[in-house]
């Protein structure tokens, strides 16, 4: 049995029943009144987003029972958590799984964070809304980066993804709007959906030869990017995916790329005539 009760801003003391054995996504969504909450021990599962905007709330414990969290439960919460569950570490204000190979939640307010050499995955909404983080030093142990990881880190000014990353989740850098520069080494393969959308500061991006995949929407609103080399181990562009990138000036399109979104260059109004008409003429006016 589960429970959801988002966006009861009126609710200020709950008790759940013994019978409930998984908190789902968002169950306590913008419960802004709620104060105090007791998690019992019949609970394993708790989901993503569970107490963002409980802004009343001061105390959470995860309890001996849970086994599994879902994404990130504690963005935008700022009160005291502690942990009585042995399939996860919470230390130094940054909550781990038991072996620290997976970084589910980092609550710290440091501007600099370096990642520990054990962590192989960024979960879901890890670093989500940390917007004081300005460094983050990610290890060659890391493979994935989850979605919505890094979403609107505005003060990130600077990113290296390591050779080990082969996949960027959906949304995983959204709304960095400080950064300006991003260095992708030769693994990855798919850049997810809005993985870079609106970091408008962005002026220079390096796609390496592993990428197949640019996903819709991908680099949405990088206001400041002048130039994008396509590599042609691209085959597929997706929707939006450089829609209202104004300054683009210089693109390269090779022969690998076989698909082409609707409106992937929607918005590129300062793209030199002779480049949109090769482009339109090879994959139609529908990509504008």
């Not at 009760?5 to 008790?15: K, R, V």
């Not at 050779?163 to 959906?170: A, K, L, M």
């Not at 408008?200 to 991006?205: C, W």
């Given at each position: 049995?589960?429970?959801k ?11 759940i029943?013994n019978?409930?054995t998984?908190i ?25 987003s ?14 001996s ?10 963005y935008?919460?700022d ?17 781990f ?10 609550r ?12 192989t ?15 983050i030093?990610?290890?060659n ?17 600077t ?22 520069t991003?260095?992708?080494f ?13 970091c ?6 390096n ?19 002048t ?15 450089f ?8 693109i ?25 008409s ?9 990509v504008?």
């Open positions: 049995m589960g429970c009760y988002y966006l009861c801003y009126s609710l200020t003391i709950i008790t029943p019978s409930v998984t789902g996504d968002e169950a306590f969504l913008f419960c802004i009144s709620l104060t105090t909450i007791n998690i019992p021990n019949s609970v394993t599962t708790i989901g993503s569970v107490f963002y905007g409980c802004n009343s709330l001061t105390n959470i414990t995860i309890p029972s849970v086994v599994t969290i879902n994404g990130n439960p504690f935008g919460w009160g005291i958590l502690n942990n009585e569950s042995k399939e996860f570490i919470y230390e130094d204000h940054v909550l799984n038991k072996n620290k190979t997976t970084l589910i939640a980092y710290a307010k440091e501007t600099i964070y370096i990642i520990p050499n054990s962590v995955t960024i979960g879901d909404k890890a670093f989500f809304i940390c917007s004081s983080l300005t460094t030093n990610i290890p142990s890391v493979t994935a980066i989850g979605n919505e990881a890094f979403y609107l880190c505005e003060s990130l000014t990113i290296n993804i390591p050779n080990s990353v082969t996949t960027i989740g959906n949304e995983a850098f959204w709304g960095c709007e400080s950064l300006t991003i260095n992708i030769n693994s990855v393969t798919t850049i997810g959906n809005e993985a870079f959308g609106r408008i500061s962005l002026t220079t991006i796609i390496p030869n592993s990428v197949t995949i640019i996903g819709d929407g991908a680099f949405c609103v990088c206001e400041s990017l130039t994008i080399n396509i590599p042609n181990s691209v085959t597929t562009i997706g929707n939006k995916a829609e209202d990138c104004d300054s683009l000036t210089t390269n399109i090779p022969n690998s790329v076989t698909t082409i979104g609707d409106k992937a260059f929607s918005g590129c109004i300062n793209l030199p005539s002779h480049i949109k090769d482009i339109i003429q090879r994959f139609g006016d529908k504008f």
